[in-house]
């Protein structure tokens, strides 16, 4: 999982559902995000009764009250192998499924309150050829601020 104001999280977990379903019904499945943004789910045999099925999911993350902000969902098709009894496995997951949707906002719900603060970034003596960075973006002083919560213009992903 990737937010850029995890310091406002205090869990995360992914819900999935069936393809129809309201994202307002009780999910399928819960499925904890753990400390490194990581979540891992091995469905059972009921939901791979079939040789694939369509469900959707959606990422949910709360905060110390219990207000929570959440993607949209997306599409999650799951498959079964052919033999009998046997289940379709991965040595685990490429970098560029891992970064899929990696600097992309899809909030659908916003209700975490974000607390905000200004940071102040000051410096001297840059060598020559060399450039300054703050908050991804090229200055031409060692100056600039940030805000606490999100990136300099208040976004948030």
């Known amino acids: 999982m990737y937010s850029n104001y995890a310091s406002f999280i205090k869990r995360a977990e992914i819900r999935i559902f069936e393809q129809q379903q309201s994202l307002e019904a009780a999910p399928l499945k819960i499925i904890t995000v753990d400390?490194?943004?990581?979540?891992?789910?091995h469905p059972t045999q009921e939901i791979l009764a079939g040789p694939s099925r369509?469900?959707?999911y959606l990422l949910r993350a709360y905060d110390s009250n219990g207000n929570f902000d959440e993607t949209d969902a997306r599409p999650l098709r799951v498959y079964r192998e052919q033999l009998l009894g046997s289940v379709v496995t991965s040595d685990g997951p490429s970098n560029r499924e891992l970064l899929a949707a990696y600097g992309q906002n899809d909030l659908a719900r916003q209700q975490i309150p974000l607390g905000s603060g200004t940071v102040k970034v000051q410096g001297s003596g840059i060598?020559?050829?060399?450039?300054?960075?703050?908050?991804?973006?090229?200055?031409?002083?060692?100056?600039?601020?940030?805000?606490r919560g999100g990136d300099p213009s208040g976004g948030r992903t």
């Open 35 to 41: 400390d490194a943004g990581l979540a891992e789910w």
């Open 127 to 147: 060598p020559a050829g060399h450039t300054v960075w703050v908050a991804g973006r090229q200055s031409g002083r060692p100056a600039g601020q940030l805000r």
């Open 54 to 56: 369509d469900l959707k």
